[in-house]
T-cell receptor, first 115, second 115 residues
Framework: QKEVEQDPGPLSVPEGAIVSLNCTYS??????FMWYRQYSRKGPELLMY????GNKEDGRFTAQVDKSSKYISLFIRDSQPSDSATYLC???????????????FGQGTILTVHP | DAGVIQSPRHEVTEMGQEVTLRCKLI?????LFWYRQTMMRGLELLIY????????DSGMPEDRFSAKMPNASFSTLKIQPSEPRDSAVYFC?????????????FGSGTRLTVV
């Protein structure tokens, strides 16, 4: 079993739709939770991050973490064609030990927003 | 800021040949991560350095892979001898410190094809 599971999709939605992307994980040591966006033939770029459980909002994007269920989500409101990319969740353990700073990524979900 | 610079962008080589991938960190960053991305396995951490010292190389698939960081701004990943199953996109990323919330900056990747 992988430490981080993410449905690769692909996911295709019309412009303006609300998009929900999700990941589950099995490692209880994970304390930091991130979402990266990767455009075709580019490296991933950090979109949002959260520490521990809760919600975080940034413009059209909302990240949620439920540590009790080991489940994280990214919501995109009013999706735009420019949001078309691969979205990867990433997680890391807390400070201390050699694993600190070591990100474990999900498989990535391919999202297409069509006009 | 030129970002993380990787070279070459594309590499096609024959099985058995030596391959060297190069990465230049962002000035001031002191952590360096090498990742490999494939459709089947997603983004996998191979090795990471902090202040030029290898911290975790448990992701290096086998002895054919080696990574060095001869100075604070430059790293190489070498595969010798290369095999077709090494075909993937190889990314390096750098950050200000090991902490995951420091924000990893990824390069644009080297697309390696071993025939």
């Amino acid at each position: 079993q992988k430490e981080v599971e993410q449905d690769p999709g692909p996911l295709s939605v019309p412009e303006g739709a609300i998009v929900s992307l999700n990941c589950t994980y099995s490692n209880s040591a994970f304390q930091y939770f991130m979402w990266y966006r990767q455009y075709s033939r580019k490296g991933p770029e950090l979109l949002m991050y959260t520490y521990s459980s809760g919600n975080k909002e940034d413009g059209r994007f909302t990240a949620q973490v439920d540590k009790s269920s080991k489940y994280i989500s990214l919501f995109i409101r009013d999706s735009q064609p420019s949001d078309s990319a691969t979205y990867l969740c990433a997680m890391a353990p807390g400070a201390g030990g050699t694993s600190y700073g070591k990100l474990t990524f999900g498989q990535g979900t391919i999202l297409t927003v069509h006009p | 800021d030129a970002g993380v610079i990787q070279s070459p962008r594309h590499e096609v080589t024959e099985m058995g040949q030596e391959v060297t991938l190069r990465c230049k960190l962002i000035s001031g960053h002191n952590s360096l991560f090498w990742y490999r991305q494939t459709m089947m396995r997603g983004l996998e951490l191979l090795i990471y350095f902090n202040n030029n010292v290898p911290i975790d190389d448990s992701g290096m698939p086998e002895d054919r892979f080696s990574a060095k960081m001869p100075n604070a701004s430059f790293s190489t990943l070498k595969i010798q001898p290369s095999e077709p199953r090494d075909s993937a996109v190889y990314f390096c990323a750098s950050s200000v410190d090991r902490g995951p919330l420091g924000g990893y900056t990824f390069g644009s990747g080297t697309r390696l094809t071993v025939v």
